[in-house]
């Protein structure tokens, strides 16, 4: 509507069927209307009905309302489409068994951004959803930045925030089974318990620097050398030094490093 106001958007307006424009909305909403197991009826005019407008967009806007009647009908509701011809105009309404709207909603309904008090009660996974996946985010954060369990906490009471809001509703399907959700935080928690844990070691555990990770590690020469020349430790190369002469694919040990030069000494070949 905002592109309309704007005159950004253009119309391409010619003579179209009505009977194609409301089938190819049909056809584009049955994918969510069998997903929530809705019974759809469709009753077409008994004679052809031709308009003067955008195929496109008039699809769109049955679509608009097809979808509508789809997500807030509870599941196993009944939706019907009507079209009709009357004596200058062609009429398409969309009924559903769903929660309908209070008397004087049809005064805002139509406003832009607007969403009636009845569909914000219907849909309370909203709320409930994203809490569970705040949740969920701020337990993995707590996996990959450990903050001694804050983060994991915070995550832990969102989900179960999440759960509640979910299981304290009477709208047919859209409850979550209490003990699912009772499942779900005793996993969140062992999680929990177990990111502390892994925090905690990853804490006690002595830090190794790049020289002490060097020191004791094998490698192998790249070249014939006496005395200084190249070897491969670790993936990557190093410029060695060496008391005896060294071949070109001799494991060797890396004894001490100085700087950027390593001290190694030869491994000797098992059974030999």
Known sequence: MSRIDRGKLELERERISVDAFVRHAV?????VI?????ELVVHYASEPLFVDGDH????QAVSNLLNNAAKFTPPGGRIEVNVRATEREAVISVKD???GFEKGDELQMFDMFVQLESARALTPGGLGLGLMLVGIAFMVGELFFPVYGSLGIGGAIAFVIGSVILIDTDIPGYGVPVSLALGIAAASAAFLFLVIGMALKAHRRPVVSGHEELIGSTGEVLEDFEHE??????GENWRVRS???LKAGERVR??????LLLEVVSVPKSGG
């Open 56 to 59: 496109i967009r008039l699809s």
């Open 34 to 38: 069998d997903a929530k197991s809705h």
């Open 254 to 259: 890396v004894a001490a490093m100085h700087g």
């Open 97 to 99: 068994s769903g929660i």
């Open 229 to 234: 020349g190249w070897a491969r430790v670790h």
């Open 27 to 31: 056809e584009t909403t049955q994918p």
């Open 243 to 245: 008391a005896a002469p």
